[in-house]
Nanobody, 123 residues
């Protein structure tokens, strides 16, 4: 079984910073891309940032220049550094991982989600 566990959410004032972490554990052979999503109530789920196994990153336009994603492959962990946070970015942030399960070597490819971590930005 594979688990993704996020941490680092919390309450911050507008303009402040938070760093989210997401650690993947379990029967993992290898991890391809990892990413971060958020879904503000009443809006569609939004892909915030992704990072490939080769550290290529991509961001939604609204966070470019403020958010940075990185990963530690040795720890199967992805990070999201969020700076200059805005009140409208208050929501739950989820991490995802596109990975190969370990099953007598490389098993099936699957997508996994974390349970989410709440980010609240006060005005």
């Amino acid at each position: 079984q594979v688990q993704l566990v996020e941490s680092g959410g919390g309450l911050v004032q507008a303009g402040g910073s938070l760093r989210l972490s997401c650690a993947a554990s379990g029967s993992i052979f290898s991890i391809n891309a990892m990413g971060w999503y958020r879904q503000v109530p009443g809006k569609q789920r939004e892909l915030v940032a992704t990072i490939t196994s080769g550290d290529l990153t991509n961001y939604v336009d609204s966070v470019k220049g403020r958010f940075t994603t990185s990963r530690d492959n040795a720890k199967n962990t992805v990070y999201l550094q969020m700076n200059s946070l805005k009140p409208e970015e208050t929501t739950v942030y989820y991490c995802t991982a596109d990975l190969y399960i370990k099953r007598l070597g490389r098993g099936p490819r699957r997508d996994y989600w974390g349970q989410g971590t709440q980010v609240t930005v006060s005005s």
